[in-house]
T-cell receptor, first 114, second 114 residues
Framework: QKEVEQDPGPLSVPEGAIVSLNCTYS??????FMWYRQYSRKGPELLMY????GNKEDGRFTAQVDKSSKYISLFIRDSQPSDSATYLCAMFPDGDTGRRALTFGSGTRLQVQP | GAVVSQHPSRVICKSGTSVKIECRSL??????MFWYRQFPKQSLMLMATSNEGSKATYEQGVEKDKFLINHASLTLSTLTVTSAHPEDSSFYICSASFRDYEQYFGPGTRLTVT
């Protein structure tokens, strides 16, 4: 079983829809939760990060973390065709675990139809 | 936001030659840099983690003699693919961080070995 599970999609929605992207994880040491957006043939772009549980909002994007369920979400309101990309969740533990790298989900391909 | 550049963005080389890819953090000093490889429609595969002035830590299965990493300064890391073969053709992406959980990615380098 992977440490981080993410539905690969593709997820196709009409323009203006609310999009919900999700990841589940098994490592309870994860405390930092990130969402990246990757356009085709480009490097991933950090959208937002959250520490521990709770919500964080940035414009049309809202990140939500539920540590009790080991479940994180990214909501995109009023989705636009320009939001069409692959969205990767990533996680990092708190404290000194000796590992410096993020643990990524496999990514969800989102297509927003005009 | 933090900016990471990669050069070249695209390279085509003949089998048996070596190729060097540069990764620079432009507006911050990166304590750690990471090198990833990505195949089409797949997630990022971490190759190695490097800290300035010390040897890189390679992931299991990554040949350190084939993928040479040099982290000469807090703003520059290089990946050299030695004696490249067609199976080394891929999308190589670097990332840099000044806080472990907050990584910023370069735009990627597409390597094609003929």
């Amino acid at each position: 079983q992977k440490e981080v599970e993410q539905d690969p999609g593709p997820l196709s929605v009409p323009e203006g829809a609310i999009v919900s992207l999700n990841c589940t994880y098994s490592n309870s040491a994860f405390q930092y939760f990130m969402w990246y957006r990757q356009y085709s043939r480009k490097g991933p772009e950090l959208l937002m990060y959250t520490y521990s549980s709770g919500n964080k909002e940035d414009g049309r994007f809202t990140a939500q973390v539920d540590k009790s369920s080991k479940y994180i979400s990214l909501f995109i309101r009023d989705s636009q065709p320009s939001d069409s990309a692959t969205y990767l969740c990533a996680m990092f533990p708190d404290g000194d675990t000796g590992r410096r790298a993020l643990t990524f989900g496999s990514g969800t391909r989102l297509q927003v139809q005009p | 936001g933090a900016v990471v550049s990669q050069h070249p963005s695209r390279v085509i080389c003949k089998s048996g030659t070596s190729v060097k890819i540069e990764c620079r953090s432009l507006d911050f000093q990166a304590t750690t840099m990471f090198w990833y490889r990505q195949f089409p429609k797949q997630s990022l595969m971490l190759m190695a983690t490097s800290n300035e002035g010390s040897k890189a830590t390679y992931e299991q299965g990554v040949e350190k003699d084939k993928f040479l990493i040099n982290h000469a300064s807090l703003t520059l890391s290089t990946l050299t693919v030695t004696s490249a073969h067609p199976e080394d053709s891929s999308f190589y992406i670097c990332s840099a961080s000044f806080r472990d959980y907050e990584q910023y990615f370069g735009p990627g380098t597409r390597l094609t070995v003929t």
